[in-house]
């Protein structure tokens, strides 16, 4: 079921589009294709907690990020873009206890494709910018290393996972040197929050919520793609 801070973050979302929307066009339109990749950190939240593994979600799990990037400004000051990212999300426990340990680590492997409203502010060779918008994700694999926790080998979390898709929000903070010729260098912290579960949260599943929230960060290159026409002819 949504919550209704998840409705809340939804129409806020849909605001910054609709508002992005009404900014003035451009003569011709910036259209851009690149890559990005980087280092991303993930944590999962469930609801309840495990009783006795104070250790659950407090290691954060370290990976990589990166894909295909998409950029079209059509407007002063905003555009679209759309990525195709593979990313690696995951929790680890680790702990040594009289009465058990455990040293476990649950990788999840995601395709997930952002919708994202780009904001950028700045002279056209330098810019800042923001980036909001729905993502949704596909996971196509799932590993598990080390040891689970000798206690509760059968605990919940050891369990394959039950949905595979996922669905959620981003937003990233950069910024970017446009040079003529060698084309787009670009930075950017991102922030991803998912709003899917990712074990059931059924009346009879253990977990009621069962997402994930990463941050990565990340270096770009993009190349500009010569627009075939001006998107307004006028002077």
């Not at 801070?5 to 009404?22: P, T």
């Not at 476990?104 to 904001?119: C, G, M, N, Q």
């Not at 903070?173 to 059931?200: C, I, M, P, W």
């Not at 941050?215 to 500009?224: A, D």
Request: proline fraction near 5%; charge should be positive; charged fraction near 15%.
């Amino acid at each position: 079921m949504i919550t209704l801070r998840k409705h809340i973050i939804l129409v806020l979302f849909g605001a910054v589009g609709l508002l992005a929307s009404a900014q003035p066009h451009l003569r011709t339109p910036e259209m851009y294709l690149g890559v990005h990749g980087g280092a991303l950190g993930s944590m999962y939240s469930f609801t309840p907690r495990l009783n006795g593994t104070e250790h659950f979600l407090d290691a954060v799990f370290l990976s990589g990020n990166g894909g295909l990037v998409f950029r079209y400004s059509a407007h002063k000051c905003c555009g679209l873009q759309v990525e195709i990212n593979y990313m690696q999300k995951g929790w680890r426990e680790n702990a040594d206890r009289a009465d058990y340990s455990v040293h476990y680590t649950r990788k999840l492997d995601y395709i997930e494709v952002p919708f994202l409203t780009h904001i950028y502010f700045g002279k056209p060779s330098f810019r800042g910018f923001v980036n909001l918008g729905p993502q949704i994700g596909y996971c196509f694999r799932q590993t598990e290393l080390g040891t689970r926790n000798t206690a509760t080998p059968d605990a919940p979390q050891y369990a394959p996972i039950d949905n595979r898709f996922d669905w959620g929000i981003a937003g990233g903070l950069g910024f970017y040197y446009r040079h003529v010729k060698a084309g787009l260098f670009q930075l950017e912290a991102r922030f991803n929050y998912s709003l899917g579960d990712t074990f059931s949260n059924s009346k009879t599943a253990f977990f009621s919520q069962s997402h994930a929230m990463d941050v990565s960060v990340n270096l770009g290159y993009f190349i500009p793609i010569p627009s075939a026409q001006p998107h307004n002819k006028k002077k």
